[in-house]
Structures are given as C-alpha cells and as structure tokens.
C-alpha cells in the first residue's frame, strides 16, 4: 500500500513564504515523476509543479514561475514545494501525486495525497 502524506500549508499574508512536504511511504519499486496540483473552491484541479525522480527535470505553471521551487529528497522519499511571494490567488487545497511502480511487474500508477490548505490574505 503506498501512501502520500503533505505537509506545511497554513495561512499566510500576501508575501509571505510556505514550504509544502510530501511524504510517499509503502512498496515502492521505482519513481517516476512527483506532482503538486492545486484546487482552489469552485474550481477545478490544477497542474502547479512536477519533478522527474531520476533526472530532476523541473515544469511548473506559468503563474507560479519564479516564485515557487519543487525539488526532491531521494534518501527521505520526499518532494518538497517552497512556496515563495504568495499572493491571494494561490489560495487553495494543494495536493501532492506520485506516479510510481510498485514491483518489477507492476504498471505505472498515479498516488494522491490528501492535500493541505494554503491560504494567503490580503
């Protein structure tokens, strides 16, 4: 069973900095790519930042760029969001997702966490 636990979200004032962990415990055969989305109410799901297990290769969103950093710690099976410059619009549930293998024989699977609140006043 493979579980994703985040992390770090709170409330903070326009400006101000969070950082977001994702924890993906359980059996685990291989890595693939770690992804941070976001919904923010009445709106649907969004695509915010993703990260390539091996390689490190880095996407994120338009609106987010230069402001927000994903990155991984491979030894602690954890991906990170560092969350800087937060503005009211970022408000919202962020989730983490992992696609990931569980054996040599399984297909790859996107895992979801439960997400985390962030919310920026003002």
């Known amino acids: 069973q493979v579980r994703l636990v985040e992390s770090g979200g709170g409330s903070v004032q326009a400006g101000g900095s969070l950082r977001l962990s994702c924890v993906v415990s359980g ?24 990260l390539s297990w091996s390689g490190g290769t880095t996407s994120y969103r338009d609106s987010v760029k230069g ?6 710690d491979t030894a602690k ?3 990170y969001l560092q969350m800087n410059s937060l503005k ?7 989730y983490c997702a992992a696609d990931l293998r569980t054996s040599i024989r399984s297909a790859r699977v996107d895992y979801w966490g439960q997400g985390t ?3 920026v006043s003002s």
């Open 67 to 72: 402001r927000f950093t994903v990155s991984r």
């Open 77 to 79: 099976n954890t991906v």
């Open 27 to 50: 059996r685990i055969f291989a890595f693939y790519t770690m992804s941070w989305y976001r919904q923010a109410p009445a709106k649907e799901r969004e695509f915010v930042a993703s």
């Open 88 to 94: 009211p619009e970022d408000t919202a549930i962020y």
């Open 117 to 119: 609140q962030v919310t």
